[in-house]
DNA sequence: AATATTGCCGCAATTTCCTGCAACGCATTC
DNA sequence: GAATGCGTTGCAGGAAATTGCGGCAATATT
């Protein structure tokens, strides 16, 4: 039995060295003689190492957390019709508790041979798990983009919201309503995206001279409805007037747990949200909250990823894209007995 | 019996060291070493340890229409948990208008060998289009299931919403209500779960004595908010005290349409969705909704995908599942000045 | 038309890294 | 607690892959 190289480099005529060429991409090598060594593996039954493979007519995998926060979708459906545009089909694989891992579908797509990955706020954006796995993909040489989770030192491009400023705005907001005990409720700190908006929140108060009122009014939960009623629920126990979400889907569960409280949103109990989901205009309240620039985002990430794809990699630096208060209903000035500087009454 | 290590050795034709390196995926194996361990592996019948199983087989293509319509992500979500349950990965292919259309994800997925296709509310649906492709497909043996959307005489499983129930269920609601000028508005007509939704909504009318009056109450535009609203603004302008929607991001611009009439919703016109899409009982109003059960439709669909996999089609029979009427706050009894037996005013 | 130039390929030296041997660690059993 | 069986790992031999360099052919240049 011939050795590999040697085997391939009899079938396509020529020497081992040309096929060493060929499978490092090193320069020198005929499109002819490249494409003879690349048959002779077909027909030899090789597997091609990775990016040799008929990068499939395009294909970008599209990785995301779940689809119950309807700002995934969204992600999903900006990407997906910018890809689209430029000639990529996105196959999208969402992560389940109990579904496939993000390591499988990674798996899976390199297997298809991909031309890249988006991840959108997947197990990158999570502190605690361990990175390798994307140096691995780095190494592979496979174009890769983060968006909203940032993993510095690995030059992989991120497009991320602006999270810090988005829990600033927050909550200067509700500060400039005139409230005082503002509660602060969002996922579990192990993302980056919650510590940071956790950071510019409390960075926020801190500067207005309202840091001590609200140490002890921030609860962590699980992302999702019934997450954001429970964290709710122990905050206005605790006597906050306002309340800041870490997605619309809390705010939608805290406006719940308010109104089980025998309190009204926004008389009693103010509520922001977070994303400006699709549908936000149609809850009950109309939904106060800090849009995440998802159109923009979606293509600089799309944008982002083609530049790699196309050998030209930008510098990896983290694209911040800036959130914007969006003021609906649920959000409503408060008059504090103490303050004679009273905000006026909102224009509804 | 040899040992395990020294077996799966002898077997693959290495050393056992070697063995040992590729369970414990440490570095220092070929791939083709790696490969022959592996085969050998599943050749004396011994499970793989960890992420090593092979996930090529075990794909599966779920192809929707969009994800705009929140029912659609949860249509994704529910499937793809029931097929990661059966270690299948689900790949969700959306279309887009300007993406890339069914066919090409058809061949994208023919190409990676998945095992089967899931279309939900896709191409399948619309009565004006070729459906030869998925004749193609059969030939093929191509395991296919449709959500949504029937072929008769296709011999491809179909799991399915009863829409001519749909529509009886929510005419009767209004009926019931006291509403006389009942509107219908919906998608474009050449899908046919629109035809069956207006046939059921027609013939129960008719049935209640109804029938002429609202003949001229149906209005048919693209299937979103926008398209609701405008479909809706031209029927409340045309008398109609309730409107039935075809779905619920249509009735959510139907009730913004009422509301741009200076009407109130229920008080004024009432407005019955469809789906019962995640987050409608946090619109404002509460939506009145016609549930379509999507959990027990994803499971069947899955179980059918999984029959036809494993060789054992069932019966090719349209399984039509029992919509359920969900009332919420967009529905109310109207008083009708010449109708002694008005219902009495609904709870709330 | 002769020659310079460029780029491609093969030989062979060199380097890398795979592989098996055998020793070692660890648990289970007698 | 010793023996035994099983899995892991350090090490060295060696095969396989890489690369520098010279040759060769095709094209451009004068």
């Given at each position: 039995?011939?050795?590999?190289?040697?085997?391939?480099a009899?079938?396509?005529?020529?020497?081992?060295?040309t096929?060493?060429?060929?499978?490092?991409?090193?320069?020198?090598?005929?499109?002819?003689?490249?494409?003879?060594?690349?048959?002779?593996?077909?027909?030899?039954?090789?597997?091609?190492?990775?990016?040799?493979?008929?990068?499939?007519?395009?294909?970008?995998?599209?990785?995301?957390?779940?689809?119950?926060?309807?700002v995934?979708?969204?992600?999903?459906?900006?990407?997906?019709?910018?890809?689209a545009?430029?000639?990529?089909?996105?196959?999208?694989?969402?992560?389940?508790?109990?579904?496939?891992?993000?390591?499988?579908?990674?798996?899976?797509?390199?297997?298809?041979?991909?031309?890249?990955?988006?991840?959108?706020?997947?197990?990158?954006?999570?502190?605690?798990?361990?990175?390798?796995?994307?140096?691995?993909?780095?190494?592979?040489?496979?174009?890769?983009?983060?968006?909203?989770?940032?993993?510095?030192?690995?030059?992989?491009?991120c497009?991320?919201?602006d999270?810090?400023?988005?829990?600033?705005?927050?909550?200067?907001h509700?500060?400039?309503?005139?409230?005082r005990?503002?509660?602060?409720?969002?996922?579990?700190?192990?993302?980056?995206?919650?510590?940071?908006?956790?950071?510019?929140?409390?960075?926020?108060?801190?500067?207005?001279?309202?840091?001590?009122?609200?140490?002890?009014?921030?609860?962590?939960?699980?992302?999702?409805?019934?997450g954001?009623?429970?964290?709710?629920?122990?905050?206005?126990?605790?006597?906050?007037?306002?309340?800041?979400?870490?997605?619309?889907?809390?705010?939608?569960?805290?406006?719940?747990?308010?109104r089980?409280?025998?309190?009204?949103?926004?008389?009693?109990?103010?509520?922001?949200?977070?994303?400006d989901?699709?549908?936000?205009?149609?809850?009950?309240?109309?939904?106060?909250?800090?849009?995440?620039?998802?159109?923009?985002?979606?293509?600089?990430?799309?944008?982002?990823?083609l530049?790699?794809?196309?050998?030209?990699?930008?510098?990896?630096?983290?694209?911040?894209f800036?959130?914007?208060?969006?003021?609906?209903?649920?959000?409503?000035?408060?008059?504090?007995?103490?303050?004679?500087?009273?905000?006026?009454?909102?224009?509804l």
């Amino acid at each position: 039995m011939a050795a590999r190289l040697d085997e391939i480099a009899r079938q396509a005529g020529v020497s081992k060295a040309t096929v060493s060429r060929v499978l490092n991409e090193r320069p020198g090598v005929s499109p002819r003689a490249r494409s003879a060594v690349l048959t002779a593996m077909d027909v030899l039954g090789y597997e091609r190492p990775n990016g040799l493979r008929p990068r499939s007519s395009g294909l970008v995998g599209l990785i995301t957390a779940e689809l119950q926060n309807p700002v995934f979708p969204f992600f999903a459906q900006v990407i997906e019709t910018g890809l689209a545009r430029h000639g990529y089909t996105a196959v999208l694989c969402t992560q389940t508790p109990e579904g496939a891992g993000e390591d499988e579908y990674v798996g899976m797509l390199l297997d298809r041979g991909v031309s890249g990955i988006l991840f959108v706020s997947g197990l990158h954006a999570d502190t605690t798990i361990d990175h390798s796995r994307y140096r691995g993909l780095r190494r592979q040489r496979l174009p890769i983009v983060f968006v909203n989770g940032d993993i510095p030192g690995l030059g992989v491009p991120c497009v991320s919201c602006d999270d810090v400023t988005a829990g600033r705005i927050a909550a200067r907001h509700l500060v400039e309503l005139g409230h005082r005990r503002i509660g602060f409720l969002s996922g579990p700190l192990r993302y980056s995206t919650v510590q940071r908006r956790l950071a510019g929140f409390r960075a926020s108060l801190r500067e207005l001279g309202l840091g001590h009122d609200t140490d002890d009014l921030v609860e962590l939960s699980p992302f999702d409805v019934e997450g954001g009623q429970s964290a709710a629920s122990l905050l206005v126990q605790r006597g906050a007037t306002a309340l800041v979400c870490g997605s619309d889907l809390m705010a939608l569960g805290a406006v719940r747990a308010v109104r089980r409280h025998g309190l009204r949103v926004p008389e009693d109990v103010s509520v922001v949200g977070a994303d400006d989901s699709p549908l936000m205009s149609f809850t009950d309240p109309p939904l106060t909250t800090v849009r995440q620039p998802v159109q923009a985002m979606g293509v600089a990430a799309v944008r982002a990823l083609l530049d790699e794809i196309k050998g030209r990699p930008a510098r990896a630096a983290e694209y911040l894209f800036q959130p914007e208060l969006v003021v609906r209903a649920s959000t409503r000035a408060r008059w504090a007995s103490h303050d004679r500087n009273a905000p006026p009454e909102p224009v509804l």
